[in-house]
């Protein structure tokens, strides 16, 4: 996780000012300024997240967003009435978070945490790990469920890059992948570089713990809501 941690610091560090002037954080890439290819598949994955958070969640309870990154989709969902607390690994993340909700007026509650390692105070019926479980090595996310179901969570909303179905793409994240995992060159220079887990791994991970509620599957993000 440490590599991860100094990948996500060294972006962050980059882009913290880009991020903090974006009039719309919650849809910010680096091809923002010209709605660009990135731009576009965020927006659509980040709408969709909503749609989901909407049918799930409720206003009258905190949303606890694991690996909230520098807070897109907390900020997406305060500025809709939703209450929401942060937890990343990447310090520089958090602080980006902290300046955002400043700027904006919006009351932000960040905290820069493994929440593998450590325990977070109080419990939270309705959590979301959108695009974190593919940056968590695979003999730790067993682990995680177990942690999520010690938080309390009922409801749980995930999100993961899709592995296209091409013979290079499913290699890649079978086999190549599983090889240079262990390898530091790789870990510190890729953004995804463990195995990304499909379906069927998602339900052994949570098996005994969550129950399938509804799967979607599109042209770039597995989204799965979890539910006691």
Not at 54 to 82: M, N, P
Not at 130 to 136: P, R, S
Request: aromatic letters at 12%.
């Amino acid at each position: 996780m440490t590599s991860q941690v100094n990948y996500y610091n060294q972006f962050g560090n980059l882009y913290r000012q880009s991020i903090l002037d974006c009039p719309e954080p919650q849809y910010w890439t680096t091809d923002y300024g010209v709605k660009g290819r990135v731009y576009r598949e965020m927006k659509e994955r980040i709408d969709l997240q909503e749609k989901l958070v909407q049918e799930y969640f409720t206003k009258e309870q905190t949303v606890l967003d694991i690996g909230c990154g520098f807070g897109r989709q907390a900020f997406s969902l305060v500025s809709k009435g939703y209450k929401v607390k942060g937890t990343d690994t990447s310090d520089v993340f958090i602080e980006i978070a902290q300046q955002l909700f400043l700027r904006h007026g919006y009351a932000g509650d960040f905290t820069c945490m493994d929440i593998l390692r450590e325990n977070i105070s109080g419990s939270f019926n309705q959590l979301l790990l959108l695009d974190v479980l593919e940056h968590i090595k695979p003999q730790q996310r067993r682990g995680l469920f177990e942690k999520l179901d010690k938080i309390g969570g009922t409801t749980l909303i995930i999100s993961l890059p899709h592995v296209k179905k091409r013979v290079s793409s499913q290699l890649n994240n079978r086999i190549r992948k599983q090889m240079t995992r262990y390898l530091p060159f790789f870990v510190n220079r890729e953004e995804h570089p463990y195995p990304i887990p499909g379906k069927n791994n998602m339900l052994k991970l949570s098996k005994d713990i969550f129950s399938l509620h509804k799967f979607i599957q599109t042209l770039q993000t597995d989204y799965y809501v979890f539910r006691r």
